[in-house]
């Protein structure tokens, strides 16, 4: 993996991928705050060496560089997901180009369905722990030590002083912005009655399909990270309607300028 790194890395150097400060990964329905960036160079994930390609029709596949409040950033605009055949390493595998090209910081962004039905869609959720139930680990291959410790401590793997930040941001412009535990699945398919129950007793507030793996990475990496999710339905399995998948990504748009002046506001402060 080393040298698919380094090759990789190289490729990006090459293209002006010049020292980026912060890396940034937009979830479903999230992609309008690469309108925001003063973007300098972009590359097509099928044209970067060793990169997976994005498979969902709704998550684009570009890797963006550029100024964002004054700091340079890189942005995953589609990320990868194990439910489209990818290993954890391949999903993974983003996070530790974008920390050899230099970010200390990584910023997560995912929809989610609420668990805790305190919590409404259409409102935003501060992860402030997880749940890994992906069934395995992106740490978990022969090698990892050469790229950090194998045995990665996981006691607070959200940065407190970034989640500060974000708290008070929410507060100075008045959006909702609730804290709580985050749980990844495999999916693709939605959850079941009984999956619900079980997810809220063992301590969920969300669920969904993603940035555990990224999460994972980034403190096996020494990197600062933060995640906040967008909650596009409400869970309850007393009352459990199907899904329409048009009119989750719809809640998703309607919430993401909350999102956008979250993510601008902090990288300010960074």
Do not use: W
Request: proline fraction near 4%; charge should be negative; glycine fraction near 8%.
């Amino acid at each position: 993996m080393i040298k698919y790194i380094t090759e990789t890395t190289n490729y990006l150097i090459s293209k002006g991928f010049d020292k980026p400060e912060i890396g940034i990964i937009l979830g479903t329905g999230l992609g309008q705050l690469v309108d925001e960036i003063d973007i300098l160079h972009e590359v097509s994930y099928n044209h970067i060496p060793n990169f997976p390609t994005a498979t969902v029709e709704f998550h684009k596949g570009k890797l963006i560089y550029g100024n964002l409040e004054g700091k340079k950033v890189i942005i995953m605009q589609g990320r990868f997901h194990i439910y489209e055949g990818y290993s954890l390493q391949d999903v993974t595998y983003p996070v530790r180009i974008m920390e050899k090209l230099g970010i200390h910081t990584l910023l997560v962004s995912n929809a989610a369905g609420a668990i805790n039905l305190n919590f409404k869609k259409g409102e935003l959720m501060l992860i402030e722990d997880h749940i890994n139930l992906q069934g395995s680990s992106p740490l978990a291959f022969n090698g990892v030590e050469h790229l950090g410790e194998r045995f990665t401590d996981m006691s607070a793997p959200y940065n407190d002083a970034i989640n500060s930040t974000f708290k008070q941001i929410a507060k100075d412009h008045k959006i909702t912005l609730h804290e709580g535990v985050y749980a990844s699945v495999v999916g693709p398919q939605l959850e079941t009655r009984a999956e619900y129950r079980m997810l809220k007793t063992i301590g969920a507030d969300a669920v969904g399909m993603s940035t555990v793996p990224e999460i994972i990475v980034a403190n096996h990496l020494k990197l600062k990270a933060a995640a906040v999710s967008v909650l596009t339905d409400e869970c309850d399995p007393n009352n459990l309607k199907p899904v329409v998948i048009s009119e989750l990504l719809a809640m998703a748009g309607k919430a993401e300028p909350h999102m956008i002046t979250l993510f601008k506001e902090l990288i300010k402060t960074l």
